[in-house]
């Protein structure tokens, strides 16, 4: 074979006359001819084997040229037949290779048919593949479509046949195929033909898909083998980076690809490489790949959740995008970051390298927690929540980032709060000190400890009173000293060598062992010359001893060594011989204090361990509190995380946690299911889930935690409770009757309980008689005896609560449509009641008023004749009274020895009285709304029975009285008569029956006003409260007594001195505007009085009262609603958030602030208010911000520019400016400030009002569009100019000016335009000097404007409030559109 086959670049370059013995195409078949040469080829493969493909490439080459227009069966055939041929190489080839023994011709014909036979195979690969996606497309179904069934069929075989392909040429080129070409350096050209089909069938859309798992992976793998054996792996990482930067959804399949080739393939090199060539990235470069910057970040996190280890060495690179732009590189390269540290850099088995790259990643994830982008904010703290739960958070770092996340739970952004919560229930879950997080009750041990810490010290102290230094230390101290002694003493001819020689005498006498340690003593005194001179002498004495052994050869350094050992001792002998021969030099202090030691450190470990769990438990306290407000944002995920989080933090016992599940408790009513539903599973996993051996015991563990929830709750707590409890005990079981059977036991004393548990109980028990009646109403006799009995004034709590109890039994809570459920009147329940209400009204009990205001609530409910039971009782509390009068008095007299008489008003006991008023109170109350609703109620029920009996008895008449009966029925007017019958008969009543002088309650009226009439009287602060309140109760009753006692209601309101009197008058006269609004309309201006209260209870009260009435349409807004703007800035936070909260109620209310707002800034700003600058602009901000429309704004600009003309000081007309800064005004605003330039040019002088509106222009200059900026900048200097000259001079000089310009226009004519013919053939005249006029100036027309009816109703909206607009039917013709005057 004299011709190689060198792999073209393009398909087309085959047929081209290459270099010399190159392989080129000889005759490209026609279509026609296919199917015949394509038999023959199949022949040829059956006779000759694989190397056939030498004779026939042109045959396959033929279909290649022609695949556009060739039938699906020959491309079918064709890649069958590569198929056999790419396989048949497969297996010959191994026994080829093998043998060693290929001439040359021979490895030139396999070399040949191997690169033929794959690019052949690849070739029509990518063609298949490209009609594949084509057909795809083209046959895309639209909605409503069905697909094509031959297409279908088609796309899932090529599916099938791709795999196949993947894998011949896989068990081609994993065979030693190199070996085949010239020093097994393979060309360019097959790597690249093989690598460009593989990346062509990744660039399918479907390839991430689950189905395309196995091609997917085969496709990894042809290409794993490619990098590991052809030398790809330089143009795998330019082609992944290629991918990534086209073709967003394969960031995951490139990471799996790099992966594998990284751990099945051994080329962890190539995951450098593709880090570095993303590192290098420029700034420029991702702006303009905006797919590409997702695509590499998707890629970064997928791979580090692969190969982190392999990441490690080349993360470097990646951290120069922490300071770049792209905030989706940044939370990759901090996931990155995490997935190590996760991964690999955990655990307590790290040398010191891995710890600093620990601490230099957290360092790194710890800055970004305060990234500039709320996304990358968020990202870190969810990789530390990550952290956190796989316990890969160092403990040294807990405090640290803990406080950082409780910082980001005020970031701006909603998914960084949610983040940060999450991260925090993290902290408490995986928390490393204790499983009870109460920093109050780690603060006793961890004083106890400190104390015991500082006595071990204190003791350590007075054991060791010197420190101890060793030999060592001192010999460094006096090392110098010594070292120029010995040289001193080493010059030749000293004289001090011989003073001591003479000094030194009977040295012989002594032994080598007590000349060393003379020596070492003579050191110790800082006698260094004696102890030089007595060592250089010494081995001149004792030449053998081991002491001085080292100084056979005198010199410095060996003197001063031998001087240390004899003053250290040997460091590295055994202690026998240390103490056998070593000299007694100075020497550490005995192990007997190294148990103390050890001791002490323990202690002071103990010490930081608790210290941190304290500052750890405070930290999660801090985070609580704001937790705690997150509960009620709009945002529905962030109260799913706070939610949970209250629940973790609860479940570790956190200090107030319990405030966060009381808190969460009122969201059971919310509108929002995901949130309802989200704080019913929480109770249930904290309350109704308990833990126990047996149902016993679980039901004590219910009723613990729920009795411990009811302790001290509000009345709103124990309403939303009811709500979930209801629900538990709706659905019997053997946990249930459990759980009443322990309450019961603790309500009826059989077990020891606290009187709070007690009352926690029977309230419980009321909340499952919600759900079921029987649970109380059976047991009914126990609660009179328990808590109704003879021991009833012990505790009237209980009693309240058991009467709150009994109350779930009766159809008002129920709402039973059927027959009322009431009791008889002789009922021993209604005897109880009767005998402890009025055995109470000559005590004083402080709970006895809530008691008797249940009980009469409960008689109403519940009993036959409440009336006459009621009438009964304030006869005989009326009685009880008076023989208290006359005791009373009796006593009095006979300690009296004067006998003056007492007016018998002074003898009466004020509390007694007190509480009888409020019994009156309570009956007037109780009675009229049994009147109006029980009574009204019963009335249509038996009416509508009796209207159902009547209709079963008689039919129609005929067909006619049928239809008349019908058509009544759909105008409403069947019942409508009987329904204003009863209502006049109830309303009769309560006028006429209920205040008769016959009745009990008349007989109580005139007491009631003498007592509220008289302060200075009666002035006991019980009697003077309990009659106000009876006093509005009666008002209740009906008009007549309201109008003869609503003046003295209201002076009550105003000139009372007890704050709990004028708190308690406005709900009351709140009740009252419900009831009566039109005699109550008039006195409006003396509730909006009280906003202003000294008291901030009283005006708590006022803010809710007020808020309910106008939120409700009950009261009209008027002007007096700037009294509640002006709590925006009330000292108590509670008031001030009660007032935002109403203006952004009333904001959603059409127009309602807009029409109010002139008339609240002229009363803010009224002199006579006195009211602070700062404090006028910060409500009105406030104000301004529910501004919105573009229309609202136009109107507000041109009412307070007209204001100006009526303001009368310096001080107004600084507020006016200052609230027109506050609009957003837009281009008509500004020109509506132009045209009202005449109501506030003379007032520019004022620094107050030029520097406002110099603001306003100065904000329309940054955002205006060339033209309008103009306009801007002449009204910004015409601003300044009269602020700096006065409005006379610039109007003189404007004067000056337009008379010059009209002279010269007079003297100067202006050049004519030239005139244009008329398309009508006839010209203009033309006009001569005489013609010319100079022109007057003339206000421009206005130009008529396309009217929308958008943009009328718009402009509608913004005028007048819904009640205000008339309701006009008849169709009216506009014929302008005109503006609307406010």
């Known amino acids: 074979m004299s011709w190689d086959f060198i792999v073209p670049v393009c398909l087309d370059d085959l047929v081209k006359s290459g270099a010399v013995n190159q392989y080129v195409v000889q005759d490209v078949l026609s279509a026609k001819q296919l199917p015949s040469h394509i038999n023959g080829f199949k022949a040829a493969l059956r006779s000759q084997g694989s190397l056939c493909i030498l004779e026939h490439f042109d045959t396959a080459y033929s279909v290649l040229q022609h695949c556009r227009t060739v039938d699906v069966v020959v491309k079918e055939d064709m890649l069958e037949l590569l198929i056999q041929l790419v396989r048949g190489l497969s297996v010959s080839l191994p026994t080829l290779l093998l043998s060693g023994s290929l001439s040359a011709v021979d490895r030139k014909q396999q070399l040949n048919a191997v690169k033929m036979s794959v690019f052949l195979l690849c070739k029509l690969t990518e063609t298949l593949e490209s009609d594949s996606y084509r057909e795809t497309i083209v046959t895309a179904p639209s909605k409503g ?81 490619m990098v590991k054996k052809y030398n790809h792996m330089l143009g795998a990482c330019v082609k992944v980076i290629q991918l990534l930067q086209h073709f967003e959804q394969l960031a995951s399949v490139c990471a799996q690809a790099v992966a594998a080739w990284s751990t099945e393939y051994g080329v962890k090199a190539i995951v450098g490489e593709v880090m570095r060539e993303i590192g290098q990235k420029s700034s420029e470069e991702l702006a303009r790949e905006a797919s590409g910057v997702k695509a590499f970040s ?138 009870k997080l109460s920093s109050v009750d780690l603060k006793k041990p961890l004083d106890k400890e400190m104390a015991k810490l500082k006595e071990m010290r204190e003791i350590q102290k007075e054991q060791v009173p010197v420190a101890v230094i060793t030999a060592a230390d001192l010999w460094d101290a006096m090392k110098p000293e010594v070292e120029m002694t010995v040289k001193a003493q080493l010059e030749p001819g000293s004289e001090e060598e011989e003073e001591e020689e003479e000094e030194t005498g009977g040295e012989e006498e002594r032994s080598d062992r007590d000349t060393a340690i003379q020596i070492a003593q003579l050191l110790r005194e800082s006698k260094y010359r004696k102890a030089v001179g007595l060592c250089m002498r010494a081995h001149s004495l004792f030449p053998e001893s081991s002491f001085f052994s080292d100084l056979a050869d005198l010199n410095a350094e060996k003197l001063i060594n031998t001087l240390a050992t004899l003053f250290k001792g040997p460091e590295q002998e055994t202690p026998e011989a240390v103490t056998s021969d070593a000299p007694l030099t100075p020497q550490k202090e005995d192990g007997g204090n190294e148990g103390r030691e050890s001791e002490l450190k323990k202690q002071e470990m103990l010490v930081q361990y608790l210290k941190d769990t304290e500052s750890f438990a405070l930290q999660v306290e801090r985070a609580i509190a704001v937790i705690n407000n997150m509960l009620y944002w709009k945002t529905t995920t962030v109260v799913q995380e706070a939610v ?42 904290l309350y109704l889930n308990p833990h126990g051996d047996n149902t016993r015991a679980k039901a004590q563990t219910l009723v613990d935690s729920l009795s411990e929830l009811m302790v001290d709750a509000s009345l709103g707590t124990v309403q939303c409770l009811e709500e979930i409890v209801q629900e538990f005990f709706s659905n019997e079981s053997a946990l249930q009757t459990s759980v009443v059977q322990v309450l019961w036991e603790r309500f009826s004393g059989k077990r020891e309980t606290k009187a709070l548990h007690r009352r926690a109980a029977v309230l419980l028990l009321g909340m499952a008689a919600r759900a079921e009646r029987e649970v109380v109403l059976s047991n009914l006799d126990t609660l009179c005896s328990v808590a109704l009995g003879e021991k009833v004034a012990e505790d009237y709590l209980l009693a309240r609560d058991a009467l709150i109890t009994i109350v779930n039994i009766t159809d008002h809570v129920r709402q039973s449509k059927g027959v009322p459920f009431r009791l008889p009147m002789d009922h021993h329940l209604f005897s109880c009641l009767s005998q402890a209400i009025a055995d109470g009204v000559v005590q004083s009990d402080p709970h006895w008023q809530t008691f008797m205001e249940q009980a009469v609530r409960l008689i109403y409910f519940l009993a036959e004749s409440p009336d006459q039971l009621c009438s009964h009782l304030l006869q005989r509390s009326a009685r009880l009274l008076l023989e208290q009068i006359t005791e009373g008095r009796e ?47 019963e009335l249509r029920r038996r009416r509508g029975q009796k209207e159902e009996e009547e209709e079963k008895e008689k039919a129609p008449a005929n067909k006619k009285a049928a239809n008349d009966s019908c058509v009544e029925e759909e105008l409403g007017l069947v019942g409508a008569s009987a329904e204003d019958t009863e209502a006049e008969f109830i309303r009769k009543i309560c006028e006429t029956e209920l205040l008769a002088e016959g009745n009990m309650l008349s007989a109580f009226l005139p007491l009631l006003v003498k007592v509220c009439s008289s302060p200075g009287k009666y002035s006991h602060p019980q009697l003077t409260t309990a009659a106000c309140l009876a006093l509005s109760q009666y008002m209740m009753i009906s008009p007549p007594v309201c109008k003869d006692n609503i003046r003295l209601l209201f002076t009550v309101l105003e000139k009372s001195p007890l704050p709990v009197v004028r708190a308690n008058t406005i709900v009351a006269l709140g009740d009252l505007t419900v009831r009566f609004p039109n005699i109550l309309e008039p006195w409006t201006p003396n509730l909006y009085a009280r906003l202003s209260d000294e008291n901030s209870s009283v005006r708590l009260t006022a803010i809710m ?149 110099l603001s306003i ?126």
Not at 165 to 179: G, K, M, N, S, Y
Not at 1142 to 1164: M, T
Not at 1257 to 1283: N, S
Not at 1331 to 1345: F, G, H, I, N
């Open 1105 to 1253: 009262v007020l808020t309910q009435l106008v939120l409700k349409d009950v009261m009209k807004v008027k002007g007096q609603v700037s009294e509640v703007a002006v709590l925006l800035l009330d000292p108590e936070p509670h008031i001030a958030s009660l007032a935002l909260n109403f203006f952004n109620e009333l904001s959603a209310k059409d127009n309602a602030i807009y029409n109010l707002l002139p008339d609240i800034i002229s009363r803010l700003s009224d002199p006579e208010r006195g009211m602070k600058e700062e404090d006028f602009n910060t409500i009105m901000k406030q104000l301004f911000s529910y501004i919105t429309k573009e229309r609202q704004t136009e109107s507000l600009v041109e009412k307070l520019c007209q204001r100006f003309r009526t303001a009368k000081t310096e001080r107004q007309w600084a507020d006016l400016a200052v609230s027109l800064s506050l609009l957003s005004v837009c281009e008509r605003g500004f020109k509506k400030l132009q045209e009202c330039w005449d109501c506030y040019s003379d007032k520019l002088t004022e620094p107050g009002v030029y520097q406002p509106l």
């Open 145 to 225: 479509r069905k697909k094509d069934k031959g297409a279908v069929k088609g796309l899932l075989q090529w599916d099938s046949e791709r795999e196949t392909v993947l894998q011949c040429l896989t068990q081609l080129l994993q065979l030693d195929i190199r070996t085949l070409w010239s020093l097994s350096l393979v060309e360019e050209e097959f790597v690249s033909c093989v690598t460009c089909c593989c990346y062509k069938l990744l660039e399918n859309p479907t390839i991430s898909h689950m189905k395309s798992k196995a091609t997917r992976d085969a496709i990894i793998h042809v290409l794993g083998i």
């Open 644 to 685: 949970q989080f209250c629940v973790t933090a609860f479940e570790f016992s956190v200090a107030d946690s319990v405030c966060g599940v009381r808190k969460m408790l009122p969201l059971v009513w919310s509108t929002d299911a995901t949130i309802k539903d989200a704080i019913i599973q929480a109770y249930r996993r």
């Open 298 to 435: 998707s890629f970064l996190s997928e791979l580090s959740t692969l190969v982190p280890e392999t990441m490690i060495p080349n993360i470097s690179v990646l951290l120069a995008h922490l300071e770049g732009e792209s905030p989706s590189l940044r939370v990759a390269v901090c996931e990155v970051l995490g997935e190590v540290l996760v991964r690999v850099l955990s655990g307590d088995k790290m040398d010191d390298s891995a710890r600093a790259g620990r601490d230099r990643f957290l360092d790194t994830l710890q800055e970004h927690i305060h990234d500039a982008h709320s996304h990358v904010r968020a990202r870190v703290l969810q990789v530390y929540a990550r952290i956190v739960n796989s316990k890969a958070l160092p403990l040294c770092r807990y405090t640290e980032v803990m406080e950082l996340t409780v910082g980001r739970l005020g970031d701006k952004s909603v998914h960084v709060c949610k983040s940060a919560i999450q991260l925090l229930a993290a902290f408490i879950a995986h928390n490393p000190y204790s499983c």
């Open 1257 to 1382: 222009a100065a904000k329309l200059r940054r955002r205006a569009k060339p033209q309008f900026k103009a306009q801007v900048e002449d009204y910004e200097k015409r601003l300044t100019a009269v602020h700096t000259k006065g409005l006379e001079n610039v109007e003189s000089e404007e004067r000056e000016q337009q008379t010059d310009t009209q002279s010269q226009n007079l003297h100067t004519p202006q050049p004519l335009k030239s005139v244009r013919k008329s398309t009508r053939g006839r010209g203009k005249p033309k006009l001569d000097d005489s013609d010319l006029v100079t022109p007057r100036k003339s206000r421009p027309r206005p130009k008529p404007a396309i009217t929308f009816t958008s943009d009328e109703e718009e402009e509608e909206d913004a005028v007048m409030a819904e009640s205000e607009t008339p309701k006009v039917r008849t169709p009216i013709a506009r014929t302008r559109r005109t503006r609307l005057r406010h």
């Open 891 to 937: 006593s009095t007299q006979t300690q009296l020895q004067e006998g003056v008489s007492q007016g018998s008003e002074e003898q009466v006991n004020c509390v007694s009285l007190a509480q009888v008023l409020s019994l009156c109170g309570a009956v007037a109350f109780w009675q009229v709304s049994h009147l109006e609703r029980s009574v009204s109620s």
